[in-house]
């Protein structure tokens, strides 16, 4: 059985820092990532990271945030830094294998401006 279980989220100041962490456990994943769903929106990318270390970033988040993962603790990691008010939302793990997709149940990040 698959788990997602998501980490880290809080309330912190615009222009700080959070951390989020989500372990996976049930097989082994090809993709995994994060996204967020902001009140009244839909919910978008944050971020990816392949096994290899491959990575994809929303424009609104580069060079704020990195992905990463560790392939042996099947874990992936967001550090978020220079938080904005807009970065406010449910953030959501995300893994994919090669027939599935898998989501956590999410973590509230809100920055408070």
């Known amino acids: 059985q698959v788990q997602l279980v998501e980490s880290g989220g809080g309330l912190v100041q615009a222009g700080g820092s959070l951390r989020l962490s989500c372990a996976a456990s049930?097989?082994?994943?090809?993709?995994m990532g994060w996204y967020r769903q902001a009140p009244g929106k839909q919910r978008e990318l944050v971020a990816t990271?392949?096994?290899?270390?491959?990575?994809n970033y929303a424009d609104s988040v580069k060079g704020r945030f990195t992905i990463s993962r560790d392939n042996a603790k099947n874990t992936v990691y967001l550090q978020m830094n220079n938080l904005k008010s807009e970065d406010t939302g449910i953030y959501y793990c995300?893994?994919?294998?090669?027939?599935?997709?898998?989501w956590g149940r999410g973590t509230q990040v809100t920055v408070s401006s």
């Open positions: 990271i392949t096994r290899g270390g491959s990575t």
């Open positions: 995300n893994a994919k294998t090669w027939a599935n997709d898998y």
């Open positions: 049930g097989s082994i994943f090809t993709i």
